[in-house]
């Protein structure tokens, strides 16, 4: 094991507490050092600064600037991704909620037979829509990691990818998804 790997196992915790006080106790404080974590362990002086003995200091100058700054790469990638815009309250031209939505309906009956695919074909395809489906039900990558005993990373990998290959999918069936859903999970 390298010291790099090393560090971060034996500092693990440590960095966690850090990121709950950094972070105020906020629900996203443990993501937030997950993604500290990733990030250091892809910098080119990690191993560097372990060895100096400033790794910490490091660790908590990225998850400061990664929840505190609404330009970090964190805001950017988790924050803004599923964010929705309402519309002002004085907007009279609303649209009733319970008109029926033929695109909505179509492309959630394909998503699911897509989904049902995936489980049904080879055994990344099984992961990645087993996970796919318990990202839909708690988009919390962390505590799916904590359910599972699986990396944050690799689940973060695979729901990317079987988003990836059901927009494929309904893209080769021309299946508009575009104005369907507004969470952009899909």
């Known amino acids: 094991m390298n010291s790099l790997n090393r560090f971060l196992t034996d500092k693990y915790e440590d960095i966690i507490l850090m990121s709950k006080k950094i972070c105020r106790s906020s629900r996203e404080s ?4 997950h ?3 990733a990030e250091f362990m892809e910098h080119e002086r990690a191993t560097e600064l372990v060895e100096a003995g400033r790794a910490m200091n490091f660790l908590s100058g990225t998850i400061h600037r990664s929840f505190h700054s609404s330009t970090s790469k964190y805001h950017t990638v988790y924050r803004q991704k599923g964010r929705v815009h309402s ?3 004085s907007y009279d031209n609303r649209v009733d909620d319970n008109i029926y939505d ?7 009956e394909s998503i699911q037979g897509i989904l049902e695919d995936m489980e049904a074909g080879s055994i ?4 990645r829509a087993t996970l796919f489906k318990m990202y839909m039900k ?4 962390s505590e799916l990691s904590r359910q599972t005993k699986i990396p944050r990373t690799s689940i973060a990998k695979a729901v990317e990818e079987a988003r990836t290959y059901i927009q494929q999918q309904l893209k ?3 299946i508009d998804y575009g104005n369907t859903y507004s969470d952009n999970r899909i």
């Open 30 to 33: 443990e993501e937030v050092a």
């Open 35 to 37: 993604f500290a974590m």
């Open 87 to 89: 519309l002002p309250q």
């Open 102 to 108: 033929m695109e909505q309906d179509n492309a959630t």
């Open 124 to 127: 990344e395809l099984w992961f």
């Open 138 to 141: 708690e988009d919390n990558f």
């Open 172 to 174: 080769n069936n021309n």
